[in-house]
C-alpha cells in the first residue's frame, strides 16, 4: 500500500516536473511574433508573422501600398520602428550576432538578419513567404536570437538587395519599418 502510494507521489510529481520544464523552455517561450509594418510618416502599410520552426523562422509578409519593384527586407538589430521622419536608423544595422559580413551570396557571409528580397507588384501590394535558417525567435539551435533584450525589426528598402556588397547589399534608404513582438 504504502509503496503504491510513494510511486503515485513519484509520478505526480514526474509530470509536475515534466510539466514545468515544458512551461520554462526557451524553445516553447515564444513559437510566434508579429510586426505591424509602418511607412516614412508612421502608417500602417502590412503586417508580418514570424512562426518559430524545428530548424529556423517562417515569415509570412503582406503589404499594400508599396513602390513596385524588387526591395530588401531584413531583420534589424533594434525591435524599434520610433524614428519614421529619420527613415529608421534607431532599428540599427542587421541582426548580426556573429558579426558576418552581408549577402546571402556571400563566401564570408550572410549575416544573420539577410533574407531574399520582396517584389512588390505594380499595384503597390506584396504578399511572401521566406524561411531562414540563420535566426530563431529565441536564439534555439545557437540560431541569431531575434527576441533577445532589445528585440528586432523588419526593414524594408527601396531598393533590390544584390545579396553581396557591403554594407547592405546596395538597398539603400529604409522605407518600411515593423517591430517584431512576441505574441
Ligand atoms: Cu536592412
Same mark, same amino acid.
Given at each position: 500500500m504504502r509503496t503504491t502510494r510513494s510511486l503515485a507521489l513519484t509520478l505526480s510529481l514526474s509530470v509536475l516536473t515534466a510539466s514545468l520544464a515544458i512551461l520554462s523552455s526557451p524553445a516553447t517561450a515564444a513559437e510566434r511574433a508579429t510586426a505591424t509594418i509602418i511607412d516614412r510618416d508612421g502608417k500602417a502599410v502590412g503586417a508580418a508573422t514570424l512562426t518559430e520552426g524545428p530548424h529556423g523562422v517562417l515569415i509570412h509578409v503582406a503589404a499594400k501600398g508599396l513602390p513596385p519593384g524588387p526591395k530588401a527586407i531584413h531583420i534589424h538589430s533594434? !525591435?524599434?520602428?520610433? &524614428?519614421p521622419d529619420k !527613415?529608421?536608423?534607431?532599428?540599427?544595422?542587421? /541582426?548580426n550576432p556573429h558579426a558576418k559580413p552581408h549577402g546571402l551570396m556571400n563566401p564570408e557571409g550572410p549575416d544573420a538578419g539577410d533574407l531574399p528580397n520582396l517584389f512588390v507588384h505594380a499595384d503597390g501590394s506584396v504578399e511572401a513567404e521566406f524561411f531562414t535558417t540563420l535566426a530563431s525567435l529565441t536564439g534555439a539551435?545557437?540560431?541569431?536570437?531575434? /527576441?533577445?533584450? &532589445?528585440g528586432a525589426a523588419l526593414v524594408i528598402h527601396e531598393n533590390r538587395d544584390?545579396? /553581396?556588397?557591403?554594407?547592405?547589399?546596395?538597398? !539603400?534608404?529604409?522605407?518600411f519599418c515593423g517591430v517584431i513582438e512576441a505574441q
Open positions: 533594434v !525591435g524599434t520602428c520610433e &524614428d !527613415g529608421f536608423v534607431a532599428s540599427k544595422g542587421h /541582426l539551435g545557437e540560431r541569431a536570437r531575434i /527576441l533577445d533584450e &532589445d544584390d545579396h /553581396l556588397s557591403q554594407p547592405i547589399g546596395g538597398a !539603400g534608404p529604409r522605407l
